[in-house]
């Protein structure tokens, strides 16, 4: 009786080792966040160059429809929006862009500076520095892209007010969808910022459409 209690005793601790080594070999997964701030660059100077392309051209289309009836004046008022605030914005966000990263630059080179001698530079600090190509290209082509859309909704109807209408209604669903889009890539409150996009776009188009009117009536 006692020789085969310690045998199981001597089973149990030969056991043991066994369960150590399966609780050591088990993997551990490491799960990584993804950093949305590292968009926001781009994001942001996509975001609102489509949105400024929409509600720029589509109010100036809007104002010039309050006054002229021709659908030509109307398409190629857009066009020419199209390029001068395509080109305006690359450069405005490349400039605006390019002096944040001059200041980051030599904020970074000012705390190397005061870094002890031999410790290594912080690499990070170089991968957040903003992009002033990337931001500037973005933002043009955003421009562009946005801008099209009223153009393209007004370029194929003869009929005055459903030209006008067309216009509102496209600019409309585009608002909604770059807003839907924005919020999504980042990761932010979606309806909220679908419905600031969309609100401040009709603001505009019914300011520019009104006071249009009103300074065409007054014969000025």
Known sequence: MTTNQKSLNDDVKLALPDNDCEQQATP???????DYSKRSQWLRAAVLGATDGLVSIGSLMMGVGAVKQDAKAMILTGCAGLVAGACSMAIGEFVSVQSQLDIEVAQIKRDNARRATGE??????????PNPAQASAASAVAFAIGAAVPLLAASFIGE???R????????????????????????APIIKS????????????????????????SGL
């Open 28 to 34: 551990v997964v490491e799960i990584i966040e993804f």
């Open 194 to 217: 679908s419905l600031t996009i969309l609100i401040g776009g009709w603001f505009a188009m019914a300011i520019t459409y009104g006071l249009t009117k009103l300074i065409g009536s």
């Open 120 to 129: 290594p530079e912080n690499e990070g600090d170089k991968e957040k520095l």
């Open 160 to 162: 005055y007010k459903l």
């Open 164 to 187: 006008l209408g067309m216009v509102v209604g496209a600019v409309t669903v585009a608002l909604v969808l770059f807003g839907w889009l924005g919020a999504v890539l980042g990761k």
